[in-house]
T-cell receptor, first 112, second 114 residues
Framework: KQEVTQIPAALSVPEGENLVLNCSFT??????LQWFRQDPGKGLTSLLL?????REQTSGRLNASLDKSSGRSTLYIAASQPGDSATYLC???????????FGQGTELSVKP | GAGVSQSPSNKVTEKGKDVELRCDPI?????LYWYRQSLGQGLEFLIY????????KSGLPSDRFSAERTGGSVSTLTIQRTQQEDSAVYLC????????????FGSGTRLTVV
């Protein structure tokens, strides 16, 4: 049974810092991995999608890496801003398709 | 449509009443998913549709919960005889024929059972 873990559960940093959020999964037989952002009281916004054959994806100040064999992904946020404050969720889709399995999320707070 | 649309955005209901939550996926998306997020909790999978059939309904918490999808498009999640523990945000997502394009989520329905 696939399990997804995110560390840390919460993170507070001053504005301008570069930071790394971690995601690990127990079954390496994944189809893809997706990072989402969730603002308080809102739905999920997709940030980056990495296919199992890819090593990383970049969008603006965000970079996500995937090491399928070790069951890990990282989300790197460069030059953090207060507007980056949100909960970041990692989710994997297994090779059989079907449902995304989510981690519990990392709650990020960027202080001005 | 341009995105996944859910209605209502907020619903307050009395304990014991039935509620229906609606999800309108992105046009052409064949897969549709329902998740639940309770206060301070992660996302709990409920049910997944591929077209009009539900290959995986393993996450439905009890027989009070049911869902259907018609015409390969709109889906309705029904909760009968609501309980206070049903209070949560119910999120719907859809994805295309190729799961490789990822999931798009709606803004959710916040259900409060009083």
């Amino acid at each position: 049974k696939q399990e997804v873990t995110q560390i840390p559960a919460a993170l507070s940093v001053p504005e301008g810092e570069n930071l790394v959020l971690n995601c690990s999964f127990t079954d390496s037989a994944i189809y893809n991995l997706q990072w989402f952002r969730q603002d308080p009281g809102k739905g999920l916004t997709s940030l980056l999608l990495i296919q199992s054959s890819q090593r990383e994806q970049t969008s603006g100040r965000l970079n996500a890496s995937l090491d399928k064999s070790s069951g890990r992904s990282t989300l790197y946020i460069a030059a953090s801003q207060p507007g980056d404050s949100a909960t970041y969720l990692c989710a994997v889709l297994g090779n059989q398709g079907g449902k995304l399995i989510f981690g519990q999320g990392t709650e990020l707070s960027v202080k001005p | 449509g341009a995105g996944v649309s859910q209605s209502p955005s907020n619903k307050v209901t009395e304990k014991g009443k039935d509620v229906e939550l609606r999800c309108d996926p992105i046009s052409g998306h064949t897969a549709l998913y329902w998740y639940r997020q309770s206060l301070g909790q992660g996302l709990e999978f409920l049910i997944y549709f591929q077209g009009n059939s539900a290959p995986d309904k393993s996450g439905l918490p009890s027989d009070r919960f049911s869902a259907e999808r018609t015409g390969g498009s709109v889906s309705t999640l029904t909760i009968q005889r609501t309980q206070q523990e049903d209070s949560a945000v119910y999120l719907c997502a859809s994805s295309g024929v190729s799961a490789g394009i990822g999931y798009t989520f709606g803004s959710g329905t916040r259900l409060t059972v009083v």
